[in-house]
């Protein structure tokens, strides 16, 4: 049976080996001659192994008692400090929905990451911080960003993460340019977990003044309350992102429109999964999309 573990690697050397398949390969992204099938393959039976762990529950409210215990190998359950209030009344996602054990899997074969709108701090927040400070044993340095312009929510956030031992600091950004050299300095020669606390529409030189420090990003998640049509071609050009994670990618005036654009528009990126699962607030699904680009 093949371990988690060799699961993990597998994913690895899949997304380290794209890069070469797809220089050899210029022309439209095919499943075939950039590996896109066994990526997908990868990390739909990485989720699947955490779904075992799990109970097989595809919802943001975890029953309790059915999912292992956190550890390397097994995300943390979805958090609130907030008294009398349940992480799945925040909209956290959590390790027992597909889409937060698909995130998890996938953040855990990249080496960067960034999150707008960090929100409570105890769902993708969690579950991304944790996939890239737990994985520092792979013996490849990791940062993991995510942005908040509620201080309020960043304290929260980093109480989260630190409770479950993962050092944390916070960053207050510098408008309109987001981050000055020396800040992003000190981002690039401390690799590891930061939220940036500001104002994104305020700081939207943060990505430019990051990525060309650091090199770009491999991942981006987006959970925004807004479609950010004005952001993306920001993001794409200073940072030139490998995977993209959307959810409520089904809700208007969110951000459900991106992948679907990448995807007609652009041969250059491909869908690895995509899922929904059952709204907290109301009948009905919120769907999700992960995907990836031919580099």
Known sequence: MVSFQHIIISIVIIIAGVAGVA?????????????????????????????????????LLEMPGICEPM????????T????????????CISRSSQFGRALWCL???VNSAIELFTGVGGGSTLLLAHALAKAQ????QRS????????????????ILESVGISTRILSLASPDGLTNGMAALLKENPGVWILHGDLFENLGVFNA??????????????????????WPLIETACKPKFLAVHNANLPGHAGWLPAHLLRTNDRWY?????????????????????????
């Open 23 to 59: 220089s050899a390969e210029s022309h439209r992204c095919s499943p075939v001659l950039n590996d896109t099938l066994r990526i997908r393959q990868s990390l739909r039976r990485c989720e699947r192994t955490l779904a075992s762990k799990c109970g097989f529950q595809n919802t």
């Open 71 to 78: 550890g390397m190998d097994m995300p943390p359950p979805a």
């Open 80 to 91: 609130s400090f907030f008294p009398g209030t349940e992480a799945s009344e925040l909209g």
């Open 107 to 109: 953040a855990r074969a």
């Open 137 to 140: 044993r792979m013996g490849r």
């Open 144 to 159: 993991f960003f995510t942005m908040e312009r509620h201080l309020g929510n960043a304290y929260h956030a980093q109480n």
């Open 210 to 231: 990051l990525c060309s420090r650091i090199g770009g990003l491999d991942m981006v998640m987006l959970d925004p309350p807004v479609d950010l049509r004005g952001v």
């Open 271 to 295: 869908e690895i999964m995509n899922g929904s699962h059952p709204s907290v607030w109301e009948r009905g699904k919120r769907s999700w999309s992960l995907t990836g680009r031919c580099w």
